[in-house]
């Protein structure tokens, strides 16, 4: 019977590969923006592995809508993923493994802050050395900012995250922090978990009497405004890779607080019931 069951999942993997997609009948890796750094290494990757599979290009939301029916009927499914996402806190994903290192490696999201910030700001330098991340902590966070932004503001989304998980972020907050007559400057990237990151420090400093300014910009003139000592600190620094030219650069003019969220990466991804555990595997689903 078990032998029946596992070829009978392993039939359903296999048939339900070509329903991920409305525009082909070729199995696909359901991907987002063509645009996107990557959809490149998507690309590079079905070179690389020899991949007998399209790569299909939508949208984050409708990546995650085909994930969400493929995850729902247990079906076959494989998308372009990253983490941090809410993806990994509303169902059981996996990366696939990338012996041929084409996605790079695992990266830490590192806080980084101008070098006299601890002068000026010290007990907000402690709060900001405090601040950690697990996955679902943040995956919960972009997931509600994702569900609610449409009808509230990413700060206020940051408060109602901060009402159901009061003790974990009291817990980063020294004794005595004051933030009346004081403005704090952050900055971030337009990128889902450093928006989610930068509202809810925001919210926090807010709270404690802080007057906080929030500033978008590309990473490169980030970098350089912490390092010039123009902003007080961004919290969404991808070390040692992705921002690693930047850290070369700057490395010496900003102070790092240390990382506030491990094992920041991009690859391949499936439901953790799929049966293959390397991107090496998946032509194998098709045999």
Not at 108 to 114: K, S
Not at 122 to 149: C, K, R, W
Not at 244 to 259: F, H, I, K, T, V
Request: proline share 3%; hydrophobic share 40%.
């Amino acid at each position: 019977m078990k032998k029946l069951f596992a070829l009978l999942l392993t039939l359903t993997l296999v048939f339900t590969v070509a329903a991920c997609t409305d525009t082909s009948d070729d199995p696909v890796i359901v991907g987002i923006d063509p645009g996107a750094g990557i959809m490149a290494a998507t690309n590079d990757a079905i070179d690389v592995y020899g991949l007998n599979y399209e790569l299909e290009a939508s949208s984050g939301p409708v990546m995650m809508t085909q994930l969400a029916q493929a995850y729902e009927n247990e079906e076959f499914i494989v998308v372009t993923g990253w983490k941090p996402h809410y993806m990994f806190a509303d169902y059981d994903l996996k990366f696939l493994e990338d012996p041929e290192g084409v996605f790079g490696g695992v990266e830490n999201l590192h806080t980084i802050a101008r070098l006299d910030i601890r002068d000026d700001f010290p007990d907000v330098t402690t709060f900001l050395e405090n601040f950690y991340m697990s996955s679902s902590e943040l995956g919960s966070l972009m997931g509600d900012i994702n569900e609610f932004g449409d009808d509230m503001t990413n700060l206020e989304i940051a408060r109602q995250w901060m009402s159901s998980n009061e003790a974990l972020y009291q817990s980063w907050l020294p004794e005595g922090i004051d933030g009346t007559d004081k403005t704090f400057d952050l900055y971030y990237v337009n990128w889902a978990e450093g928006v989610a990151m930068t509202n809810l420090v925001a919210a926090i400093l807010e709270d404690e009497g802080f007057t906080v300014t929030m500033t978008e910009a590309d990473p490169g003139i980030v970098f350089t405004t912490i390092a010039q000592g123009d902003a007080d600190a961004f919290l969404d620094g991808w070390l040692p890779v992705t921002h690693g030219s930047y850290e070369e650069q700057y490395g010496d003019q900003y102070l790092d607080l240390g990382y506030n969220f491990e094992g920041a990466r991009i690859g391949l991804v499936v439901p953790s019931y799929v049966e293959i555990d390397s991107i090496s595997e998946l032509n194998d689903l098709l045999e």
